[in-house]
């Protein structure tokens, strides 16, 4: 068995910075992409970032320039750092893995966490 466990959202005015971090544990033989999704209040789940097992990212428009995903892979773990908050980066926050368990690559998902930034 495999759990995301995330931590370090919260409130934070417009402009301020938060910083994610989700750590991955369980029977884990390695992990692949490691990504952060969000869901916003009446919007669908969009991707964040996302970074590949050797150091690759790539982010959409909304948040290029301010967020930033790094991983430790000697702790399992993926970050986020996120500076010049906006209202409209308020959201649920995930992180997603994509975990080999065994011999099988399986996809994993964090409880989500909080971020709210207020204007």
């Known amino acids: 068995q495999v759990q995301l466990v995330e931590s370090g959202g919260g409130l934070v005015q417009a402009g301020g910075s938060l910083r994610l971090s989700c750590a991955a544990s369980?029977?884990?033989?390695?992990?692949?992409?490691m990504a952060w999704y969000r869901q916003a209040p009446g919007k669908q789940r969009e991707l964040v970032a996302f970074?590949?097992?050797?150091?690759?990212?790539n982010y959409p428009n909304s948040v290029k320039g301010r967020f930033t995903i790094s991983r430790d892979n000697a702790k399992n773990t993926v970050y986020l750092q996120m500076n010049s908050l906006k209202p409209e980066d308020t959201a649920v926050y995930y992180c997603?893995?994509?975990?080999?368990?065994?011999?099988?690559?399986?996809?994993?998902w964090g409880q989500g966490t909080q971020v709210t930034v207020s204007s």
């Open positions: 997603n893995a994509e975990i080999v368990i065994y011999s099988t690559l399986r996809d994993y």
């Open positions: 369980g029977s884990i033989r390695s992990i692949n992409t």
């Open positions: 970074i590949t097992s050797g150091g690759s990212t």
